[in-house]
Protein backbone atom coordinates (compact mmCIF):
# COMPACT_ATOMS: atom_id res chain seq x y z
CA UNK A 1 0.00 0.00 0.00
CA UNK A 2 2.84 2.32 1.03
CA UNK A 3 4.42 1.72 -2.12
CA UNK A 4 1.16 2.33 -4.27
CA UNK A 5 1.03 5.79 -2.60
CA UNK A 6 4.08 6.74 -3.34
CA UNK A 7 4.12 5.70 -7.07
CA UNK A 8 0.52 7.94 -7.00
CA UNK A 9 2.51 10.80 -5.36
CA UNK A 10 5.87 10.72 -7.86
CA UNK A 11 3.48 10.93 -10.80
CA UNK A 12 1.07 13.98 -9.33
CA UNK A 13 4.09 15.90 -8.74
CA UNK A 14 5.74 14.76 -12.31
CA UNK A 15 2.15 16.26 -13.60
CA UNK A 16 2.79 19.47 -11.73
CA UNK A 17 5.74 20.17 -12.86
CA UNK A 18 4.67 19.72 -16.81
CA UNK A 19 1.68 22.14 -16.45
CA UNK A 20 4.46 24.79 -14.96
CA UNK A 21 7.04 24.29 -16.80
CA UNK A 22 6.55 26.87 -19.71
CA UNK A 23 6.08 30.39 -18.48
CA UNK A 24 3.40 32.75 -19.63
CA UNK A 25 4.45 35.59 -21.85
CA UNK A 26 4.83 38.62 -20.85
CA UNK A 27 3.40 42.26 -22.15
CA UNK A 28 6.29 43.01 -23.46
CA UNK A 29 6.59 40.04 -25.33
CA UNK A 30 3.20 40.79 -26.76
CA UNK A 31 4.61 44.47 -27.32
CA UNK A 32 7.13 43.34 -29.55
CA UNK A 33 5.04 40.73 -31.97
CA UNK A 34 2.51 43.57 -32.03
CA UNK A 35 5.17 46.38 -33.43
CA UNK A 36 6.81 43.43 -35.86
CA UNK A 37 3.29 42.96 -37.22
CA UNK A 38 2.79 46.71 -37.90
CA UNK A 39 6.34 47.28 -38.97
CA UNK A 40 5.75 44.65 -41.58
CA UNK A 41 2.72 46.37 -42.69
CA UNK A 42 3.78 49.24 -43.27
CA UNK A 43 6.69 48.30 -45.36
CA UNK A 44 3.74 46.80 -47.63
CA UNK A 45 2.21 49.78 -47.81
CA UNK A 46 4.91 51.89 -49.47
CA UNK A 47 4.62 49.73 -52.29
CA UNK A 48 1.21 50.79 -53.14
CA UNK A 49 0.28 53.26 -55.81
CA UNK A 50 -1.38 56.19 -54.33
CA UNK A 51 -4.62 56.55 -54.80
CA UNK A 52 -5.88 59.56 -57.11
CA UNK A 53 -8.26 62.20 -55.96
CA UNK A 54 -11.21 62.74 -58.49
CA UNK A 55 -11.81 66.34 -58.54
CA UNK A 56 -8.72 67.39 -57.64
CA UNK A 57 -6.17 66.03 -60.73
CA UNK A 58 -7.92 65.44 -63.96
CA UNK A 59 -6.97 64.10 -66.94
CA UNK A 60 -3.20 63.59 -67.68
CA UNK A 61 -2.26 65.13 -64.70
CA UNK A 62 -4.01 61.90 -62.81
CA UNK A 63 -2.55 59.71 -65.22
CA UNK A 64 1.01 60.76 -64.89
CA UNK A 65 0.15 60.91 -60.59
CA UNK A 66 -0.55 57.31 -60.95
CA UNK A 67 2.82 56.51 -63.24
CA UNK A 68 5.13 58.73 -60.47
CA UNK A 69 3.46 56.48 -57.47
CA UNK A 70 3.98 52.94 -59.70
CA UNK A 71 8.03 53.47 -59.51
CA UNK A 72 8.75 49.64 -58.66
CA UNK A 73 6.31 47.23 -60.45
CA UNK A 74 6.41 44.12 -59.12
CA UNK A 75 7.47 41.29 -61.63
CA UNK A 76 10.44 41.09 -64.48
CA UNK A 77 8.53 43.40 -67.35
CA UNK A 78 8.24 46.18 -64.63
CA UNK A 79 10.45 48.19 -67.25
CA UNK A 80 8.20 47.73 -70.13
CA UNK A 81 4.98 48.05 -68.04
CA UNK A 82 6.11 51.46 -66.81
CA UNK A 83 6.88 52.85 -71.05
CA UNK A 84 3.62 51.63 -71.74
CA UNK A 85 1.85 53.71 -68.86
CA UNK A 86 4.11 56.83 -70.48
CA UNK A 87 2.84 55.92 -73.68
CA UNK A 88 -0.59 55.53 -72.44
CA UNK A 89 -0.83 58.83 -70.51
CA UNK A 90 1.10 60.87 -73.46
CA UNK A 91 -1.19 59.88 -76.42
CA UNK A 92 -4.31 61.89 -75.55
CA UNK A 93 -2.04 65.09 -75.62
CA UNK A 94 -1.16 64.34 -79.11
CA UNK A 95 -4.95 64.10 -80.13
CA UNK A 96 -5.58 67.39 -78.24
CA UNK A 97 -2.74 69.07 -80.06
CA UNK A 98 -3.42 68.22 -83.76
CA UNK A 99 -5.15 71.18 -85.02
CA UNK A 100 -8.49 70.70 -87.02
CA UNK A 101 -8.96 70.35 -90.74
CA UNK A 102 -9.39 73.35 -93.02
CA UNK A 103 -12.51 71.80 -94.59
CA UNK A 104 -13.51 73.71 -97.67
CA UNK A 105 -17.27 74.90 -98.44
CA UNK A 106 -19.51 76.03 -101.24
CA UNK A 107 -18.42 79.65 -99.77
CA UNK A 108 -15.20 79.21 -99.95
CA UNK A 109 -15.47 78.13 -103.50
CA UNK A 110 -17.50 81.21 -104.59
CA UNK A 111 -15.14 83.51 -102.78
CA UNK A 112 -12.42 81.68 -104.70
CA UNK A 113 -13.95 82.49 -107.77
CA UNK A 114 -14.69 86.07 -106.86
CA UNK A 115 -11.37 87.16 -105.89
CA UNK A 116 -9.97 85.51 -108.89
CA UNK A 117 -12.04 87.80 -111.09
CA UNK A 118 -10.92 90.66 -108.71
CA UNK A 119 -7.25 89.81 -109.84
CA UNK A 120 -8.70 89.64 -113.30
CA UNK A 121 -7.72 85.91 -114.14
CA UNK A 122 -9.34 84.51 -116.74
CA UNK A 123 -10.59 81.08 -117.38
CA UNK A 124 -8.30 79.03 -119.64
CA UNK A 125 -10.19 77.83 -122.48
CA UNK A 126 -7.65 75.10 -124.14
CA UNK A 127 -4.76 73.90 -124.99
CA UNK A 128 -3.53 76.39 -127.40
CA UNK A 129 -5.25 78.65 -124.77
CA UNK A 130 -2.45 77.79 -122.14
CA UNK A 131 -0.05 77.40 -124.78
CA UNK A 132 -0.16 81.15 -125.91
CA UNK A 133 -0.37 82.13 -121.96
CA UNK A 134 3.19 80.33 -121.13
CA UNK A 135 4.63 81.79 -124.10
CA UNK A 136 3.78 84.88 -122.79
CA UNK A 137 5.47 84.23 -119.59
CA UNK A 138 1.29 84.65 -117.89
CA UNK A 139 2.38 81.00 -116.42
CA UNK A 140 5.68 79.75 -115.03
CA UNK A 141 6.83 76.07 -114.29
CA UNK A 142 5.89 74.64 -111.13
CA UNK A 143 9.36 75.41 -109.11
CA UNK A 144 10.34 71.82 -108.63
CA UNK A 145 13.33 71.04 -106.53
CA UNK A 146 14.84 68.54 -104.08
CA UNK A 147 12.13 69.73 -101.61
CA UNK A 148 9.16 69.95 -104.18
CA UNK A 149 8.43 67.27 -106.51
CA UNK A 150 5.71 66.85 -109.33
CA UNK A 151 3.00 63.87 -109.53
CA UNK A 152 5.00 62.15 -113.11
CA UNK A 153 1.07 61.56 -114.54
CA UNK A 154 0.29 65.05 -114.52
CA UNK A 155 0.95 66.18 -118.47
CA UNK A 156 3.99 68.12 -119.10
CA UNK A 157 1.69 71.38 -119.96
CA UNK A 158 0.19 71.58 -117.18
CA UNK A 159 2.97 71.69 -114.82
CA UNK A 160 2.70 75.65 -114.87
CA UNK A 161 0.80 78.39 -112.23
CA UNK A 162 0.88 82.01 -111.63
CA UNK A 163 4.18 83.63 -110.59
CA UNK A 164 3.08 84.33 -106.95
CA UNK A 165 1.52 80.62 -107.02
CA UNK A 166 5.10 79.58 -107.77
CA UNK A 167 6.52 81.77 -105.04
CA UNK A 168 4.20 80.65 -102.59
CA UNK A 169 5.15 76.61 -103.32
CA UNK A 170 8.82 77.61 -102.82
CA UNK A 171 8.15 79.19 -99.76
CA UNK A 172 6.44 76.55 -98.43
CA UNK A 173 8.65 73.77 -99.75
CA UNK A 174 11.59 75.57 -98.31
CA UNK A 175 10.14 75.68 -94.76
CA UNK A 176 8.86 72.41 -94.61
CA UNK A 177 12.15 70.77 -96.28
CA UNK A 178 13.53 72.00 -93.36
CA UNK A 179 11.49 70.48 -91.12
CA UNK A 180 10.90 67.27 -92.26
CA UNK A 181 13.49 66.45 -94.58
CA UNK A 182 11.67 65.18 -97.35
CA UNK A 183 9.98 66.93 -100.77
CA UNK A 184 5.91 68.07 -101.04
CA UNK A 185 4.27 66.72 -104.18
CA UNK A 186 2.00 69.11 -106.34
CA UNK A 187 -0.47 66.37 -107.49
CA UNK A 188 -2.20 69.11 -109.56
CA UNK A 189 -1.70 72.76 -111.44
CA UNK A 190 -3.35 74.75 -113.94
CA UNK A 191 -6.48 73.07 -116.12
CA UNK A 192 -7.91 74.33 -119.18
CA UNK A 193 -12.10 74.59 -119.49
CA UNK A 194 -11.74 71.44 -121.98
CA UNK A 195 -9.56 69.42 -119.55
CA UNK A 196 -12.01 70.11 -116.54
CA UNK A 197 -15.19 68.90 -118.42
CA UNK A 198 -13.48 65.51 -119.54
CA UNK A 199 -12.74 65.61 -115.61
CA UNK A 200 -15.80 65.67 -114.24
CA UNK A 201 -17.33 62.82 -116.35
CA UNK A 202 -14.67 60.59 -114.08
CA UNK A 203 -14.06 61.88 -111.24
CA UNK A 204 -17.48 63.17 -109.42
CA UNK A 205 -15.40 65.20 -106.34
CA UNK A 206 -14.25 67.61 -109.29
CA UNK A 207 -15.92 71.17 -109.75
CA UNK A 208 -17.68 72.66 -112.10
CA UNK A 209 -15.93 74.00 -115.34
CA UNK A 210 -17.97 77.39 -115.74
CA UNK A 211 -20.21 79.52 -113.34
CA UNK A 212 -19.99 80.82 -109.85
CA UNK A 213 -18.27 77.50 -108.74
CA UNK A 214 -16.08 76.73 -111.54
CA UNK A 215 -12.74 75.10 -110.71
CA UNK A 216 -10.20 77.87 -109.57
CA UNK A 217 -7.33 75.70 -111.44
CA UNK A 218 -8.67 77.10 -114.47
CA UNK A 219 -6.51 80.36 -113.48
CA UNK A 220 -3.24 78.57 -112.98
CA UNK A 221 -3.41 80.23 -109.58
CA UNK A 222 -4.10 77.37 -107.63
CA UNK A 223 -2.49 74.09 -107.14
CA UNK A 224 -3.24 70.96 -105.20
CA UNK A 225 -0.47 69.53 -102.89
CA UNK A 226 -0.46 65.47 -102.05
CA UNK A 227 -1.66 64.12 -98.47
CA UNK A 228 -0.26 60.38 -99.44
CA UNK A 229 2.78 59.87 -97.31
CA UNK A 230 2.42 62.35 -94.93
CA UNK A 231 2.82 61.83 -91.71
CA UNK A 232 0.84 63.08 -88.97
CA UNK A 233 3.46 65.43 -87.72
CA UNK A 234 3.45 67.02 -91.26
CA UNK A 235 -0.44 67.16 -91.97
CA UNK A 236 -0.28 69.32 -88.60
CA UNK A 237 2.56 71.49 -89.04
CA UNK A 238 1.02 72.38 -92.76
CA UNK A 239 -2.66 73.27 -91.10
CA UNK A 240 -0.64 75.65 -88.57
CA UNK A 241 1.43 76.69 -91.52
CA UNK A 242 -1.60 77.33 -93.86
CA UNK A 243 -4.69 78.97 -91.60
CA UNK A 244 -2.98 82.22 -90.68
CA UNK A 245 -1.58 82.54 -94.66
CA UNK A 246 -5.59 81.79 -95.00
CA UNK A 247 -6.74 84.37 -92.54
CA UNK A 248 -4.77 86.57 -93.76
CA UNK A 249 -6.52 86.69 -97.45
CA UNK A 250 -3.21 85.44 -98.91
CA UNK A 251 -4.16 81.82 -99.98
CA UNK A 252 -7.75 79.70 -99.69
CA UNK A 253 -7.22 76.08 -98.59
CA UNK A 254 -9.84 73.24 -98.80
CA UNK A 255 -8.03 70.13 -97.43
CA UNK A 256 -9.61 67.23 -99.47
CA UNK A 257 -10.21 63.58 -98.23
CA UNK A 258 -11.37 61.68 -101.17
CA UNK A 259 -8.36 62.53 -103.09
CA UNK A 260 -6.14 63.43 -100.52
CA UNK A 261 -4.80 66.69 -100.89
CA UNK A 262 -4.21 70.65 -99.98
CA UNK A 263 -5.92 72.24 -102.27
CA UNK A 264 -5.01 75.68 -102.56
CA UNK A 265 -5.59 78.90 -104.04
CA UNK A 266 -3.13 81.51 -104.13
CA UNK A 267 -4.26 85.62 -104.65
CA UNK A 268 -1.90 88.22 -106.18
CA UNK A 269 -1.58 89.58 -103.00
CA UNK A 270 0.54 87.14 -101.55
CA UNK A 271 3.63 88.57 -103.70
CA UNK A 272 2.62 92.43 -103.49
CA UNK A 273 4.27 94.68 -105.92
CA UNK A 274 7.28 96.55 -104.96
CA UNK A 275 6.58 99.65 -103.91
CA UNK A 276 7.78 101.97 -106.64
CA UNK A 277 5.03 100.13 -109.06
CA UNK A 278 2.88 101.01 -106.52
CA UNK A 279 3.51 104.46 -106.77
CA UNK A 280 3.13 104.56 -110.68
CA UNK A 281 0.17 103.33 -110.61
CA UNK A 282 -1.55 104.89 -108.48
CA UNK A 283 0.01 108.29 -110.80
CA UNK A 284 -1.30 106.69 -114.45
CA UNK A 285 -4.93 105.49 -112.75
CA UNK A 286 -7.53 108.00 -113.90
CA UNK A 287 -9.72 109.90 -110.96
CA UNK A 288 -12.41 108.11 -110.42
CA UNK A 289 -11.90 104.74 -112.52
CA UNK A 290 -10.32 102.17 -110.14
CA UNK A 291 -11.21 99.01 -112.52
CA UNK A 292 -8.27 97.06 -113.12
CA UNK A 293 -7.37 96.43 -116.70
CA UNK A 294 -8.11 93.26 -118.76
CA UNK A 295 -5.34 90.31 -117.82
CA UNK A 296 -2.26 91.27 -119.49
CA UNK A 297 1.53 90.38 -119.42
CA UNK A 298 2.64 90.29 -115.81
CA UNK A 299 5.65 93.03 -115.36
CA UNK A 300 9.34 91.41 -115.47
CA UNK A 301 9.97 89.42 -112.40
CA UNK A 302 11.81 91.00 -109.49
CA UNK A 303 15.55 89.17 -108.91
CA UNK A 304 15.48 86.20 -106.86
CA UNK A 305 11.45 85.67 -108.42
CA UNK A 306 11.03 82.22 -110.32
CA UNK A 307 9.45 83.13 -113.58
CA UNK A 308 -5.36 62.67 -108.29
CA UNK A 309 -7.03 65.73 -109.11
CA UNK A 310 -10.05 66.89 -107.05
CA UNK A 311 -11.67 70.25 -107.46
Known amino acids: MLRTALIVLVLAALSAASANGSPAPSAKTHRSASAAVSSHNSRKETHRPKAVKTGHTSGAKARYAVLRETRHPAGRGGARQRQAMAQAASLPLSRAAMPPPLVGSLESLVRQNDKTEADNLERIEDEDDLADRIARKMLVPVPASAALTVNENLPESHRYCRPWTARFLSDLARVHGAEFHRPLEV ?125
Not at 197 to 220: F, W
Not at 257 to 271: E, P, R
Open 187 to 311: SSAVRTVEYQKQLMETNGNAAPADGDIASPHLTGATIDLAKHGMSREEIGWMRNWLLPLQQAGKIDVEEEFQQACFHITVYKSYLPPAPETRQRKAAQRPAGKHKEPRETEPPPAEPGETASEGL
